[in-house]
């Protein structure tokens, strides 16, 4: 009688997908990532998306690595920005979908390399099923972390922390920051992974593992945030035409946001601040006595400062700018975008890319300055952090924000560029996860929606439909709480940087050093005989 001894025995984990098959897992992890976000907000379909791409990666040689990385990052970041092509067209999306490709792609290869060396190093059951997935987890953060801030600027749209916004994870944002919540989704996604290609752990055991893990994620307590008072806020959509390629006479989005504010007129509110858009004001109040006057009117009728979005010059420079205006008074603080974006607000090294694409560009045609006044207003003692549009991605600007007394976060944006699509939910979405992780409430006052107050729990506080003009009248909570998030800044993006690169690297030591020994062991004569 014979027996077949199955080609897998002895092995700690199954074998690696083939080719084609990593392939496939890629692109379905690409496209299940996206799930999570807004507007279907499917958030587990994330953490299933990402396992499925680091499986697509283990087991790969650095030119399967990089194109499997490649494939996945198409997949991921082509469905999630799509809303590039609304009125833009394809190469707008297309450009920006392939430099996020390029990350992927080298990402891939570090997480191949994790997936490779770490559990040869320690293949105990801890190093396999708990060690492993963490430096994977790690090599996806640094991956993100450098495409977030490289390069001119970055991009920082689509971490993956973001598509737990509606989720019942999104509290872990107040203790480890995004970029703390983005490696413990991918550790759990690689942990998923691991204990499936498990081959020497029973499943009842591996089950144990996953079950604490999610279980522990779940019921981790939300970070206490205590109260300071409350400040009312009439918050403004005035559902205006006020896109890119948008035909209107100047004045026009003044006028709508003002038709929709003078429905206040006359209700006897009692309120501290009124929050428009930007670009609310298309006739710049600085040099305009009309829309100066306009924001006088709405100012005396609602007895309350205005928070204003509008284009301001200042010598040869032009900045997006956020005013606060009170009647009689004029401009009493002003906020210049931080973080203008490249390629849209204004174009990096114009002497080179220009002549790439000349009918492109044409419609960047001047270069929006770099703000460098502080970060908020003073809203009569209260202090009111400002972001416009773009800047809500910035980690560094909202750091500055609390830093200088924010107790509340204004967030001014205009996403009438992006028609009907997702990207308005999807920077709601970011937005959603700030106030969780300042502690603080944040208005988010559109041209035309997505506009909402969030609390600092995450919750709708109020909103409004997306292309209708109204507005949001709220008594929103101040805070000065810090949370450890903000506490640890980017301590621990940067811990868990080194620590994966560094573990990488003694893994790889440590094997070279093994195989080299085996070496001399068979290279030896066998002695006497």
């Known amino acids: 009688?014979?027996?077949?001894?199955?080609?897998?025995?002895?092995?700690?984990?199954?074998?690696?997908?083939?080719?084609?098959?990593?392939?496939?897992?890629?692109?379905?992890?690409?496209w299940f990532m996206d799930l999570g976000y807004p507007d279907i907000a499917w958030w587990p379909f994330t953490i299933?998306?990402?396992?499925?791409?680091?499986?697509?990666?283990?087991?790969?040689?650095?030119?399967?690595?990089?194109?499997?990385?490649?494939?996945?990052?198409?997949a991921y970041y082509g469905i999630l920005i799509e809303w590039l092509t609304v009125y833009l067209g394809i190469v707008p999306w297309l450009a920006l979908t392939l430099a996020q490709v390029f990350f992927t792609a080298l990402g891939g290869v570090l997480i191949m390399l994790a997936w490779r060396w770490v559990p040869r190093a320690w293949p105990g059951v801890a190093g396999r099923l708990i060690l492993t997935p963490a430096v994977v987890a790690a090599a996806w953060t640094?991956?993100?972390?450098?495409?977030?801030?490289?390069?001119?600027?970055?991009?920082?749209?689509?971490?993956?922390?973001?598509?737990q916004a509606e989720g019942p994870l999104n509290h872990w944002a107040a203790w480890v920051g995004f970029s703390g919540l983005t490696f413990l989704l991918a550790w759990f996604s690689a942990m998923l992974v691991a204990v499936v290609i498990e081959r020497r752990v029973g499943m009842l055991r591996r089950g144990i593992l996953v079950a604490g893990a999610f279980t522990a994620l779940l019921v981790w307590p939300a970070v206490p945030i205590a109260t300071t008072g409350?400040?009312?806020?009439?918050?403004?959509?005035?559902?205006?035409?006020?896109?890119?390629?948008?035909?209107?006479?100047?004045?026009?989005?003044?006028?709508?946001?003002?038709?929709?504010?003078?429905?206040?007129?006359?209700?006897?509110?009692?309120?501290?601040?009124?929050?428009?858009?930007?670009?609310?004001?298309?006739?710049?109040?600085?040099?305009?006595?009309?829309?100066?006057?306009?924001?006088?009117?709405v100012s005396d009728r609602l007895e309350a400062p205005v928070v204003v979005g509008t284009i301001t010059v200042e010598g040869d420079e032009t900045f997006n700018s956020v005013l606060l205006w009170r009647a009689g008074e004029g401009s009493v603080d002003q906020y210049d975008k931080v973080h203008p974006v490249p390629f849209a607000e204004y174009l990096p090294a114009r002497d080179f890319f220009y002549p790439l694409a000349p009918s492109l560009f044409d419609l960047v045609p001047r270069d929006y300055s770099f703000g460098q006044r502080d970060t908020v207003v003073d809203l009569d003692?209260?202090?009111?952090?400002?972001?416009?549009?773009?800047?809500?991605?910035?980690?560094?600007?909202?750091?500055?924000?609390?830093?200088?007394?924010?107790?509340?976060?204004?967030?001014?944006?205009?996403?009438?560029?992006?028609?009907?699509?997702d990207q308005s939910v999807q920077q709601?979405?970011?937005?959603?996860?700030?106030?969780?992780?300042?502690?603080?409430?944040?208005?988010?006052?559109?041209?035309?929606?997505?506009?909402?107050?969030?609390?600092?729990?995450?919750?709708?506080?109020?909103?409004?439909?997306?292309?209708?003009?109204?507005?949001?009248?709220?008594?929103?909570?101040?805070?000065?709480?810090?949370?450890?998030?903000?506490?640890?800044?980017?301590?621990?993006?940067?811990?868990?940087?080194?620590?994966?690169?560094?573990?990488?690297?003694?893994?790889?030591?440590?094997?070279g050093r093994g195989g080299r020994a085996r070496a001399r062991v068979h290279e030896e004569p066998d002695g006497p005989r």
């Not at 993100?144 to 600027?153: H, I, L, N, Q």
């Not at 980690?395 to 924000?401: G, P, V």
């Not at 109204?470 to 709480?481: A, I, K, N, R, Y």
Request: net charge negative; charged share 15%; glycine share 10%.
């Open 230 to 297: 409350t400040i009312s806020v009439a918050a403004v959509q005035g559902d205006s035409d006020s896109g890119l390629f948008a035909e209107y006479e100047q004045g026009q989005i003044l006028q709508d946001h003002y038709d929709a504010t003078r429905t206040l007129f006359d209700q006897g509110l009692d309120l501290d601040v009124v929050v428009w858009p930007e670009n609310a004001s298309d006739l710049d109040p600085l040099r305009s006595e009309y829309a100066a006057s306009v924001l006088d009117l």
């Open 381 to 421: 003692g209260v202090i009111a952090g400002i972001s416009i549009c773009y800047d809500i991605v910035d980690d560094d600007l909202l750091a500055r924000q609390i830093d200088e007394g924010a107790q509340v976060l204004l967030a001014p944006t205009n996403n009438a560029d992006f028609g009907v699509s």
């Open 142 to 163: 640094a991956r993100e972390a450098v495409a977030s801030v490289f390069p001119f600027g970055g991009f920082a749209w689509g971490r993956l922390a973001h598509s």
């Open 1 to 30: 009688m014979t027996s077949t001894i199955p080609a897998d025995a002895g092995r700690a984990t199954a074998r690696p997908l083939s080719l084609d098959l990593a392939l496939l897992a890629a692109i379905v992890g690409g």
């Open 48 to 74: 299933v998306g990402t396992a499925l791409v680091l499986a697509s990666l283990r087991g790969r040689s650095i030119g399967g690595a990089l194109l499997v990385g490649a494939v996945s990052g198409f």
């Open 428 to 511: 709601l979405a970011i937005a959603r996860l700030r106030a969780i992780e300042s502690g603080r409430a944040l208005v988010n006052a559109s041209t035309v929606g997505a506009s909402a107050i969030v609390l600092p729990d995450g919750s709708t506080l109020d909103s409004l439909p997306l292309f209708e003009p109204g507005t949001m009248v709220q008594q929103v909570p101040l805070s000065d709480t810090v949370t450890p998030a903000h506490a640890l800044g980017r301590t621990l993006e940067w811990g868990v940087i080194l620590f994966g690169l560094l573990t990488i690297t003694l893994a790889g030591l440590l094997i």
